[in-house]
């Protein structure tokens, strides 16, 4: 790669984008940590960008409709963090960079959202970010056609390299994408030929343009280093109707001793090598020092935006009052007043028709109450949707000919579909739920816990949530996914036991603001446990008593969740028949339990009682609830699954691994005997 | 479709293919529950691929070079049990057909691994099982690079549906297949347009050919109903070097009133549509009735593979006496002899240097030890080798130029190299093992989880085990990883200490046959533990007394695993000078652990003394060994990771979180005060 060609052909914007590469540079070294060669290969690209293409008000980094910008290959953070600062974010300071990767600094090893304004998405585990920017066009796409192009009408961006392409993920964004033409969205692909193990080939031979021609992308191949040939690929990207991938042939750690090698993938801290570089850009000055005039102009680069976003707010200014309102509303996560109304009156409905019903089902009719009212949320379903009853009727699809639609058929992609919903919830005006089988979150994990990690409210419908999806055994039955969901920091898993319980989950999930939320629902019918309608949400509460000891004095308390919550009203019905008195604790949301005062905990779990959990999963977790408060001496059980599932119908599943109400008697009249 | 017009083309082979769709006809009826269309749409490619091309021998199931046979898209299993029971696996009796999906059944819902013979891997969860034929074509192309092709030369055929192929894993398995050029490896499509929510398009424009040529492979697009354009494709597919794809372009559910719709997909039980369907096939006799000259051609392909099994036995049996003793220990999963005396050795020598290594280093140490005189294993990395430190320098590369290398550059790709090292140790003669950050466990999980559903040892290699990585920040610190890898049953979950330990879970972990072990390894330098060298492996015992009370009565236990048990015992230093007697237990496995006799956990872990449990993830889980045997009152406490981490240097970040020597002696001082 001839440098000094490409500082002669276009000397100001090389100067602009020595500007990221030094800044990477430095960084990386003050660090002694970090990814150098990415920021320094993508700089020109970025540098085109933002400074001809993205429009971007860093006075208003939330502006509704500011072009989204995402970095997907997250460890090449610099670029980023470069980029913010050079522009005029105001938390990108330059003391940000110094402090790069120190405790309490802004600038994270990765980009984390909610650290930096500026920062779309947490990136870093490879392929999120390109499944983020999916979500974001799709949220792009829907806002647009219901309010107007006046009011939203924006491109997002996402670079992405060969890691990120080669993860399983980024297939089903590329199908996703390519499927529903989301003509505004731009990928940019960081083809540097360059992995941590050595050249891309000793692992793959994939043509990545061919590859999403396949999907229905539009493709353009350019060099990456050519400000000309990018800018022109911008301008066609935009104008094309399908989503575009612009192949970036791109030199990692362009200029430096370890260009087009793995080693120029990590950290260029040797000093020697980083000053020949620098003088290869024809770059003076100390560290992290800009000459003015290239600050200037990247500075300019960052009040541009103001003109474009005064025009937006103008024409914002016009639309009517409830418009704004309920615009501002959806933006600011807030429900609408009449949600809480609506539940209270679905609970008293369904408290009083006291039928059995599969929780997924009741799941769908509370759907069908909040659908109507909330018009920022977007469902969908990883190839289930008869099965995890996420769609309501007045929905429509979502798709090239219904940009209105607000139901997502993703496709059998679990983790593009937790990923996409993580992108529709960071742009803004869109509150996304999705379902699969409670299963499959072993495939949608890695984006579940970003959305725990960046704390934003997505909301996993996952149906068929033990052994009681009977016959599709084992591979479908979940029983350590309730303890690795309870793991996770950050996420409420609601296990409800009836319809009532359902539509309080629903209410939590949807007035939630920095928690996601997993629904787990039943297959199977569960009969109605709470027919003493209250009007107020016990499952805020996390658990609560749903029955006391009534026969006798109170010797058992029994734990359970969900399916199993009947279960455990049986067993009471038995145990108080031969005076026992028994108390039954519903606990829908550990979570929320956690965080009441010891006070309100011990009220409902109180010492003296033995205690037997049911729960149709394996134990991990429960201990914590049988010991009792403070470690105090706890006689107590479990009811529970010993290991995985097996293939048969879910009654007599429930009869062979002993989850039944005489199973669960028996352990109590055990224990204190 | 005119399914009048195929029974007149080629009457013997539509009836031979009419007995697979009627036996799935007949045993949904009866479970009334399952999936018809699928296997209703491909009993064409079945029928030819068994009667033509599929080597096997139902007699002797485990002959190691039987042609595999997968079927990735698992719920239609009936496929796969109506071919085992018309070839005549013994297994695969009449009355297992009847009994379909119920419990006891070897015919489960969805095809498990050990139920039955002829099922080579598990399916159902989608793109398994063709992230799985990588591995075992991998493992054919060594094993005949190894041992010749007299003893080993077969092919590998999957079949893969629309559902399999939008899953990101079966990206992952695409790519590295292409790459590798795995000529065995050959993969029907079957196209038939219908997912359960609709129409493919309904979610995927994607054209199937296209991308499987843009990653390498060679592909044929066919009618799958033509048995000729079949064969054809087939021997093509054979005599191409690439891998094949075949797109057989299928109807679901062919001849049944449901034919070509999502209906179609489940179960079809209505018994006047079944009769019909039979009627349009020309098939008479009640269910489960096959004529007689439909059966017999379908045993004479059953019979046809003992000659060449024969003349396989006749090569077999003219290898050395110490070559086939070798390739049956291997495929045995028998350690060698040498295993235990080495392992012994590099205990003994790590124990007297005593260094501080990161334990991942250590790990390194450890396999190259063990690769020598194992070559059974193959070792790999998702582009973190050298990260991971999972090559040791005799193994070489695996590649197309390289068939005898034993290290294999998966790509940016953890969930793919896991489903391909289940396939590899399904294959058999191989004991894989491949690594990544364990955070990126959550990528893998998908098939982490069918390693330990299908009772087989594959090794995850899963280093940078903590916020000991540092900088990298949150998306790469595990906290919750430990607790959910814990809670999947039949998983052991390794954190050793130090060398000493490492060499001991790596002897475990090679010498385990039903049971997928899980190395979990610091990137941070950890001082050396086991200081008094035993030959006997302790971490067998899954938790251990590293040091116990001196100075003083014994008035507190400290439990840690990995780096924390370093932190342990310079907290119990701090004690022991104050006084207070604390013993140290290291629990390098838990589950080992647990599989004790009560009488050796409670001499491990006797009641009295005050419990402290270090480490840092979160506290899921650890309740269980704070509270005691029985549920004895303990006063406990917990040194660990209230949630996510944070980007910083490692030190600091114990600093931060307060796992740290001093905090756990004050955690015990405040127990016993």
Redesign the interface.
């Known amino acids: 790669m001839d440098i000094q060609a490409l500082r002669k052909a276009h000397p100001e914007h090389w100067m602009r984008a020595a500007a990221i590469r030094t800044l990477t540079l430095d960084a990386v070294a003050a660090?002694n940590?970090?990814h150098s060669g990415m920021p320094m290969g993508m700089a020109d690209v970025a540098t085109v960008l933002f400074q001809n293409h993205l429009r971007f008000d860093p006075k208003a980094p939330h502006w509704a409709d500011r072009d989204r910008f995402i970095l997907s290959a997250?460890h090449g953070s610099m670029l980023l963090y470069a980029l913010l600062h050079l522009t005029g974010y105001k938390q990108a300071t330059l003391q940000q960079l110094k402090d790069f990767?120190?405790?309490?600094?802004r600038t994270?090893?990765?980009p984390?959202y909610g650290h930096m304004e500026g920062i779309e998405t947490?990136?870093?585990?490879?392929?999120q970010g390109i499944a983020n920017s999916v979500g974001f066009a799709i949220a792009e796409e829907i806002l647009r056609a219901r309010h107007g192009k006046n009011v939203i009408n924006h491109h997002t961006y996402v670079i992405a390299g060969?890691?990120?392409l080669?993860?399983?993920?980024?297939?089903?964004a590329i199908?996703?994408a390519?499927?529903q033409q989301l003509g505004h969205l731009i990928c940019f692909f960081d083809n540097n030929n360059i992995?941590?193990?050595?050249t891309?080939?000793?692992?793959?031979?994939?043509?990545?343009s061919?590859?999403f021609?396949?999907?229905?992308w539009h493709v353009i191949d350019i060099d990456g280093h050519d400000p000309v040939a990018i800018d022109d690929a911008i301008k066609a990207a935009k104008a094309d109707p399908r989503p575009s991938m612009i192949n970036c042939k791109t030199h990692i750690a362009l200029g430096h001793a370890a260009q087009d090698t793995s080693k120029g993938h990590g950290a260029l801290t040797d000093a020697d090598q980083l000053k020949a570089a620098k003088e290869a850009y024809g770059w003076s000055g100390g560290p992290f020092e800009i000459p003015a005039d290239v600050k200037s102009q990247w500075e300019a680069m960052g009040t541009r935006g103001a003109a474009a976003h005064a025009e937006w707010q103008a024409r914002f200014d016009k639309l009517s009052k409830s418009k704004q309102d309920e615009f501002n509303r959806a933006f600011a996560l807030d429900a609408p007043k009449k949600l809480s109304a609506a539940i209270k009156s679905f609970k008293k409905d369904a408290s009083e028709a006291g039928k059995k019903v599969a929780t997924r089902s009741s799941s769908e009719a509370v759907l069908g109450v909040i659908n109507p009212i909330m018009q920022e949320t977007v469902g969908g379903?990883a190839?289930?949707?008869?099965?995890n009853n996420t769609k309501s009727p007045d929905q429509g699809?979502f798709?090239p000919d219904n940009r209105a639609g607000r139901y997502i058929?993703?496709?059998?992609?679990?983790?593009?579909m937790a990923a996409a919903m993580n992108g529709m919830v960071l742009h803004g005006g869109i509150r996304p739920y999705g379902g699969t089988f409670m299963?499959?979150t072993?495939?949608a994990?890695?984006a579940m816990?970003?959305s725990?990690?960046m704390e934003i409210p997505t909301v996993y419908v996952m149906t068929h949530d033990s052994i009681g999806l009977?016959?599709?055994?084992?591979?479908?039955q979940p029983?350590?996914h309730l303890?690795?969901l309870?793991?996770?920091?950050?996420t409420h898993v609601f296990r409800p036991a009836d319809s009532v319980e359902v539509a309080e989950a629903w209410e939590l999930a949807l007035t939630e603001k920095k928690t996601p939320s997993v629904l787990c629902l039943s297959r199977q019918g569960l009969p109605l446990v709470r027919t003493d309608h209250k009007t107020k949400n016990m499952s805020a509460q996390g658990a609560y008593v749903l029955a006391d000891a009534e026969n006798g004095k109170r010797q058992a308390i029994l734990m359970a969740t969900g399916s199993e919550v009947s279960v455990a009203m049986a067993a009471r019905d038995i145990l108080e028949a031969e005076g026992i008195g028994t108390r039954v604790v519903s606990m829908p949301c550990w979570e929320l339990f956690e965080a009441q005062e010891e006070n309100i905990r011990k009220r409902v779990l109180p010492g003296g009682p033995v205690r037997v959990a049911i729960e149709a999963g394996?134990?991990?977790?429960w201990?914590?609830w049988?010991?009792g408060e403070r470690?105090?001496?706890?006689?107590?059980g479990f009811i529970g699954m010993?290991?995985?599932g097996?293939?048969?119908?879910a009654p007599?599943?429930f009869e062979?691994f002993g989850i039944t109400a005489e199973a669960t008697a028996q352990k109590v009249r055990d224990l204190i005997a």
Chains 1, 2 share one sequence.
């Not at 891309?200 to 990545?208: G, K, L, P, R």
């Not at 394996?618 to 977790?621: D, L, Y």
Request: glycine share 18%; aromatic share 4%.
């Open positions: 660090a940590s970090g997250g990767r120190q405790l309490g600094a994270a090893g990765h984390e947490t990136t870093g585990p490879l392929g060969d890691g990120c080669m993860e399983g993920v980024s297939q089903e199908g996703l390519g499927m992995t941590i193990d050595g891309v080939d000793m692992a793959d031979i994939t043509n990545q061919a590859r021609v396949a999907s229905g379903s190839d289930l949707t008869g099965s699809v798709n058929h993703y496709g059998v992609r679990e983790h593009g299963c499959f072993d495939y994990r890695g816990r970003l725990a990690l009977g016959e599709d055994g084992p591979t479908h029983v350590e303890a690795m309870r793991a996770t920091p950050n394996v134990r991990t977790g201990d914590k049988l010991m470690g105090r001496e706890q006689k107590s010993p290991g995985f097996a293939s048969a119908p007599e599943l062979h």
